[in-house]
Structure formats: C-alpha cells, structure tokens
Nanobody, 124 residues
Framework: QVQLVESGGGLVQPGGSLTLSCAAS????????TGWFWQVPGKDREFVAT????????YYADVVKGRSTISRDNAKNTMYLQMNSLKPEDTAVYYC?????????????????WGQGTQVTVSS
C-alpha cells in the first residue's frame, strides 16, 4: 500500500511558477512509475507528466511540455512537478499517482495509487 500526499498548490499569477510535491509513505515507490494528472470541474482527470521509477524517463502532455519539469527523489520518497510560465488554463486540481503497471504512461487507469489532490489557481 502506498499513501500519497500532494502539497505546493495555491494561487499564482499568470506567468508565475510553482512546484508541486508528492510525498509517498508506506511501501516504497522507488521502483514504480509515478505521474501527475489534473482535473477541472466537469472534465475527466487528464495526464500532465510521468516519470519512471529510476527517474531516467519522462513524458509530458503537449500542453505543459517545455515549461514543466517532473522529477523525483527516491531517497525522500518524493516526486515533484515544477511548472513555469503558468497560464489561467493551468488552473485545476493536481493529483499525483503511483504504481503504474505499464511503467511511465499517460494512461490514467494504469495507476494504482492516488493522492487527494492540490488546487492550483492561476489568476491575476
């Protein structure tokens, strides 16, 4: 069993930056792929970024590619998502996910464990 807790969300102005953290407890997640998804009201949870267990493979959704960086510190059982040049359309609840049976993937259903989410609001 893995418990995930996101932090770092909040209100940020357009063009600003934010770093989200996902702390894992319970069974170590160092050998499993993890990812970030976002969700806005009325829409499905959508893929943002994913990273392999070792951290050497990453994939990004086109909407965040080039202005976001996913990383992990397995010694701290923590994953991060740094987002730059934030836009109002980045406003969403961000969820971390772990335990993908497919490795690093954008397929939501592949992930076994989910956090409760952290709200990110991009507004002036």
């Amino acid at each position: 069993q893995v418990q995930l807790v996101e932090s770092g969300g909040g209100l940020v102005q357009p063009g600003g930056s934010l770093t989200l953290s996902c702390a894992a407890s319970g069974r170590t997640f160092r050998n499993v792929a993890t990812g970030w998804f976002w969700q806005v009201p009325g829409k499905d949870r959508e893929f943002v970024a994913t990273i392999s267990g070792s951290g050497d493979t990453t994939y990004y959704a086109d909407v965040v590619k080039g202005r976001s960086t996913i990383s992990r510190d397995n010694a701290k059982n923590t994953m991060y998502l740094q987002m730059n040049s934030l836009k109002p359309e980045d406003t969403a609840v961000y969820y971390c996910a772990a335990g993908s049976v497919l490795g690093p993937t954008n397929i939501r259903e592949a992930y076994t464990y989910w956090g409760q989410g952290t709200q990110v609001t991009v507004s002036s």
